[in-house]
């Protein structure tokens, strides 16, 4: 009891200090916390990850209501309706005060709590080799996680920049002193650096499946299975196909979706179980667009399990509402990957990227259904197949967080929204698939806004 409530004092120090440093500083970027809880265990050091892993932030749901899923359910709370409306409809020059912010500080909290624990890889106690190891490996791939998740949210995409390292994104934070004045790294630092992270992250970690519960931790299989998205976001197709086909090796089940839904947190897809993508707030002030539910025919197992139709025009997300839909990382996302970067990587991968794709559609579809889809998509042509990789990605991850950042990175389209009889529109390639820095943190350190 009293080695328990020695970790919640510690926990509530380092939630203290955080708070300390978010509320004070005013000379330099306001991300660091100032004060420092001093632990030394491989106990200790395990308490503050679990917190580090708590705070990761929920902003890839939050950008769902930036892409083409949501509509506003106008039958919520107005309160609840002006904490999304203007991140919506893309309002990001003068939002609504009550506006929803992307989590900017929580992403470098975690960050400093990762960083601190690579710092001291080398003193702490009571723990084995392989404890203290595998802490140091998830405190990498926590690092590059968020660093990824930062310049997607804050950084012009990859695929769409002619020379990535002259384009300025987010900060990268790579140590503990506060007084280190940070600005914008490039794109192509930031990648470089998640790259590296991801290389040291696979020397340490040793665990490759956490018994269910604990499975939030990062692990051994983890290491290709973010590789895979990293690649894809770079275009980088050869390697993207290489950490796919990895991960498949190892974990390639795709779940029965009449039993359990695939981004369940106890789904044998599951690879890391961290965000809870779609939260109850989320989940209340959304309703799927009516276009996206009509993508699935009937013969498309998903669509009465992702989907509850309580009239035509009121149709909400099953998968996500509940912390038991946590899923960063799971397998049908990876045989995505799979058909996308076998497609681009050569003319020989088209068979290849088939093979991926069908496979998803086999579980998801009913017998009937997939012998006729089956047939039509190896009938097509590489610019077909494409397009249906795109639409089944589309299907298959919705809103589980890619839609937004899947756009980004490839087409780019035009979006276009109606709500209380207003139009709103995103141009194809506007400025605002990017989002802006927060003005607090602007203000806080004026080297972000340069």
């Known amino acids: 009891?009293?080695?328990?409530?020695?970790?919640?004092?510690?926990?509530?120090?380092?939630?203290?200090?955080?708070?300390?440093?978010?509320?004070?500083?005013?000379?330099?970027?306001?991300?660091?916390?100032?004060g420092r809880v001093i632990i030394t265990t491989a106990e200790e050091y395990r308490s503050m990850m679990t917190e580090a892993y708590s705070i990761v932030p929920e902003d890839r749901g939050l950008a769902t209501f930036r892409s083409d899923e949501f509509v506003l359910n106008s039958t919520v709370a107005q309160e609840d309706l002006n904490s999304y409306l203007d991140i919506w409809r893309w309002e990001d020059v003068s939002p609504d005060a009550t506006t929803s912010q992307f989590n900017w500080r929580a992403y470098y909290q975690v960050i400093y709590e990762a960083n601190y624990t690579i710092e001291s890889k080398d003193k702490i106690t009571e723990g084995t080799q392989v404890e203290i190891d595998q802490l140091v490996g998830e405190s990498y791939?926590?690092?590059?996680?968020?660093?990824?998740?930062?310049?997607?949210?804050?950084?012009?995409?990859?695929?769409?920049?002619?020379?990535?390292?002259?384009?300025?994104?987010?900060?990268?934070?790579?140590?503990?002193?506060?007084?280190?004045?940070?600005?914008?790294?490039?794109?192509?630092?930031?990648?470089?650096?998640?790259?590296?992270?991801?290389?040291?992250a696979e020397e340490y970690l040793n665990?490759?499946?956490?018994?269910?519960?604990?499975?939030?931790?990062?692990?051994?299989?983890?290491?290709?299975?973010?590789?895979?998205?990293?690649?894809?976001?770079?275009?980088?197709?050869?390697?993207?196909?290489?950490?796919?086909?990895?991960?498949?090796?190892?974990?390639?089940?795709?779940?029965?979706?009449?039993?359990?839904?695939?981004?369940?947190?106890?789904?044998?897809?599951?690879?890391?179980?961290?965000?809870?993508?779609?939260?109850?707030?989320?989940?209340?002030?959304?309703?799927?667009?009516?276009?996206?539910?009509?993508?699935?025919?009937?013969?498309?197992?998903r669509?009465?399990?992702?989907?509850?139709?309580?009239?035509?025009?009121?149709?909400?997300?099953?998968?996500?509402?509940?912390?038991?839909?946590?899923?960063?990382?799971?397998?049908?996302?990876?045989?995505?990957?799979?058909?996308?970067?076998?497609l681009?990587?050569?003319?020989?991968?088209?068979?290849?990227?088939?093979?991926?794709?069908?496979?998803?559609?086999?579980?998801?579809?009913?017998?009937s259904y997939y012998a006729e889809r089956e047939a039509v998509v190896n009938a097509m042509s590489r610019d077909e197949l494409r397009e249906e990789i795109y639409a089944e990605r589309f299907r298959e991850l919705a809103f589980e967080g890619h839609r937004w950042f899947d756009l980004r990175r490839t087409t780019r389209p035009q979006l276009t929204k109606t709500y209380s009889g207003e139009t709103y529109i995103l141009e194809q390639n506007d400025s605002r698939y990017t989002v802006r820095i927060p003005s607090d943190a602007v203000a806080a350190n004026p080297n972000l806004a340069n």
């Open 1 to 34: 009891m009293k080695r328990m409530e020695k970790y919640k004092a510690i926990l509530k120090g380092l939630a203290l200090s955080g708070l300390v440093a978010l509320s004070s500083c005013d000379n330099f970027l306001d991300i660091q916390p100032t």
């Open 141 to 200: 791939m926590l690092r590059a996680y968020m660093h990824f998740l930062l310049v997607n949210l804050y950084g012009e995409p990859y695929t769409t920049l002619a020379d990535p390292y002259s384009s300025k994104a987010v900060p990268l934070k790579l140590d503990t002193d506060p007084y280190n004045v940070l600005t914008r790294s490039s794109v192509g630092d930031i990648y470089d650096q998640i790259l590296s992270d991801i290389d040291s």
């Open 207 to 301: 665990v490759e499946t956490w018994e269910t519960g604990f499975n939030y931790r990062f692990n051994t299989i983890s290491v290709d299975a973010l590789r895979s998205r990293v690649y894809l976001y770079m275009g980088k197709w050869e390697e993207s196909l290489a950490a796919s086909r990895r991960v498949l090796e190892k974990r390639n089940q795709l779940a029965d979706i009449n039993s359990i839904l695939p981004n369940h947190y106890t789904s044998v897809e599951n690879i890391v179980a961290l965000e809870q993508v779609m939260t109850p707030y989320y989940d209340r002030a959304g309703k799927v667009n009516r276009e996206v539910y009509d993508m699935y025919s009937s013969g498309d197992l």
């Open 303 to 342: 669509r009465n399990k992702y989907f509850t139709r309580q009239t035509a025009s009121n149709i909400i997300v099953a998968k996500g509402g509940s912390s038991e839909y946590s899923c960063s990382f799971r397998v049908g996302e990876i045989y995505l990957n799979a058909a996308e970067a076998a």
């Open 344 to 367: 681009e990587n050569s003319e020989s991968g088209i068979g290849d990227a088939r093979n991926y794709l069908l496979a998803v559609m086999k579980a998801r579809y009913n017998d």
